[in-house]
């Protein structure tokens, strides 16, 4: 396989997984064990970067409302709550920075938090389908899903979509498509903030000399354009249907990495 093939097929995936509740971290880190190769911090961050942007424009008539009608009570509450969601995952995401955390790079671990996240998933279906349906916003969800946020970041195959969607609908916003939303406009700055800091650490390290940035051009494009359509495409569905397909996917290929490949790989 050639290396512009790999770094093509890198962007997919990031692309489709990044806002899909099946992890990121998890089949990249997958990818790269079965052969696509291990790539760069500067890599990851600049697909991941593609990913954010294409949901950004996605949402972009949503943030504009939220800032062009601040003045309005209920835009204020909820640019409020988005707030202090990220205010939450970032004062965490600073403490377990500076306690050194590392996230695993076994297969092991990711293929647990697959399966454990997908029964989540259809547990915390079952439950918000016996509330009466709300598309509220609280301050207890506002807080939640900041918590979800840092429990996502340290458990490689958690998903952050995942644990945000579900905490959300868990803790009353029992609407599908309001918990999606709310989950995925935090998303915004904590990945922008997240993906921006890593890449500071690593410029200034002398780290993007090595780079070669014909292909994460290529990645960075090939990742917007994925996303765009992957999350166009997960909007329209949860409209009229559960998240059970994406659970499912999780625990089938949790069980079949856990059965497959060897321990410690």
Not at 188 to 217: Q, Y
């Amino acid at each position: 396989m050639t290396d512009l093939l790999q770094v093509i097929l890198l962007g997919i995936i990031e692309g489709i997984t990044e806002f899909l509740p099946i992890s990121s971290t998890g089949h990249l880190l997958i990818a790269e064990k079965l052969g696509l190769g291990m790539r760069s911090d500067v890599f990851n961050v600049v697909i991941q970067a593609g990913a954010i942007l294409a949901v950004t424009v996605l949402y972009w008539p949503r943030l504009w409302k939220l800032a062009s009608e601040s003045h309005k009570p209920e835009n204020r509450d909820y640019a409020l709550k988005l707030t202090v969601a990220f205010l939450i995952t970032g004062v965490l995401g600073l403490v377990i920075t500076k306690l050194g955390f590392k996230l695993p790079t076994e297969i092991s671990p990711v293929a647990w938090a697959l399966v454990i996240g997908g029964v989540w998933m259809l547990v915390a279906e079952a439950f918000a389908a016996k509330k009466p349906d709300s598309a509220q916003i609280t301050w207890k969800v506002a807080i939640l899903v900041g918590l979800a946020q840092i429990v996502a970041a340290i458990f490689p195959g958690t998903s952050r979509s995942a644990a945000t969607i579900f905490v959300a609908m868990l803790a009353g916003t029992s609407n599908r498509p309001a918990a999606t939303e709310f989950a995925f406009l935090v998303g915004i700055p904590t990945m922008f903030a997240a993906s921006g800091k890593l890449l500071w650490d690593v410029l200034k390290h002398g780290g993007a000399g090595a780079e070669n940035w014909g292909d994460l051009g290529i990645a960075f494009v090939v990742s917007t354009i994925t996303a765009f359509v992957a999350v166009k495409w997960l909007l329209r569905y949860i409209q009229t249907h559960r998240f059970t397909l994406f659970a499912w996917y999780r625990i089938a290929l949790g069980i079949a990495l856990l059965l497959l490949v060897p321990a410690g790989t």
